[in-house]
């Protein structure tokens, strides 16, 4: 596997991945110990199936408040249980763990409002922490990057594990400085938070190189334009139908043209490339404060 991965600041980034999942390993001493928190959803459960196959890591804790003390390996269907019951006490699990002294990784798929909470308790047990939740606000990522920074511990926060999604960032951002006119369309099959994670990283980053998009109606206020994200004119629409699947398309515009790029996602284990990435790497840094969505 070649990674080579360059952040700038928390909103604009370039990448260069090359990434497989390798067959499962025997555990060793040697292995990367990840806590999955959220371990019961159907994100943790891939998440698990994902962790245990790839190479120099392997699942030790499951938290969760549902399915208490069910064996992880079996609500995931594996072959063979795991031994590892789900747990409602992410506490316990850490204390447990710590006491390896193995290089540990908790992955927090859980809520917005108990991440700042869990990468404490995480720090606290010597553990660095992947962030992948919904909705996370701008002053909890700050607030864990000076609580991190002081605690020497990396902590990776996460809009998108999606490859494809970066990719189709990176394309974004090559293609704004050509164009003046900018759309973004997101579509999905249930009517969530909008717009939406990803949605917003992709306006921040284009807003971040300066240019001024759609001048001909910028100051619009009809909601039917979109909303507008930034002061430079990017707008983003969200459609919402049953069958749909996740999608995001950016449509830019010039004189007799229209290049558009666009990125579906079909099913959670799209997801599961960069979680894996993003394991090797945090357990690496110091300090990371890198939106990667």
């Known amino acids: 596997m070649a990674i080579q991965m360059h952040s700038t600041n928390y909103n604009t980034f370039r990448y260069q991945i090359c990434c497989s999942m390798q067959p499962q390993q025997q555990p060793s001493q040697n292995n990367i ?7 019961a959803k159907e994100i943790g459960m891939a998440a698990v199936i994902a962790v ?54 908790v992955v927090d798929f ?4 108990t991440v700042y909470d869990n990468v ?21 990522i700050a607030a864990l990057s000076a609580f991190c920074e002081k605690a020497s511990m990396g902590c990776l926060v996460a809009p998108t594990l999606s490859i494809g999604s970066i990719l189709l960032q990176q ?31 992709i306006a921040n980053n284009l807003s971040n190189l300066g240019q001024l998009y759609n ?13 507008r994200l930034g002061e430079d004119g990017v707008r983003v629409h969200s459609l919402v139908l049953p069958g ?10 010039g004189p007799g043209e229209v290049y558009s790029v666009k990125h579906d996602i079909t099913d959670v284990q799209c997801l599961m490339p960069g ?3 993003a394991i090797r790497k945090v357990v690496r840094l110091k300090v990371e404060r890198l939106w990667v969505s």
Do not use: W
Request: contains cysteine; aromatic residues 4%.
């Open 120 to 140: 404490k308790q995480a720090t606290a047990f010597g553990m660095n922490s992947v962030v992948y939740v919904p909705r996370i606000k701008p002053e909890t």
């Open 52 to 105: 245990t196959k790839a190479r120099g890591m392997e699942v030790a804790g499951a938290v969760d408040s549902h399915l208490i003390g069910e064996d992880i390996g079996n609500i995931c269907g594996m072959e063979e249980a795991l031994e590892i019951p789900i747990i409602s006490d992410l506490t316990m699990v850490l204390g447990s763990i710590s006491q390896s002294k193995a290089t540990s990784v």
């Open 171 to 201: 394309a974004a951002i090559s293609a704004a400085f050509h164009y003046n006119h900018v759309e973004i369309v997101e579509s999905k099959s249930n009517a969530g938070a909008f717009p939406s994670q990803e949605s917003a990283q």
């Open 33 to 39: 110990k990840v806590v999955i928190n959220g371990a």
């Open 244 to 253: 749909l699947v996740s999608s995001t398309t950016i449509h830019f515009s």
């Open 215 to 227: 001048r001909e109606d910028l100051e619009t206020d009809n909601p039917a334009r979109g909303q």
């Open 275 to 277: 979680l894996i990435l």
């Open 110 to 113: 859980t809520d917005a409002s």
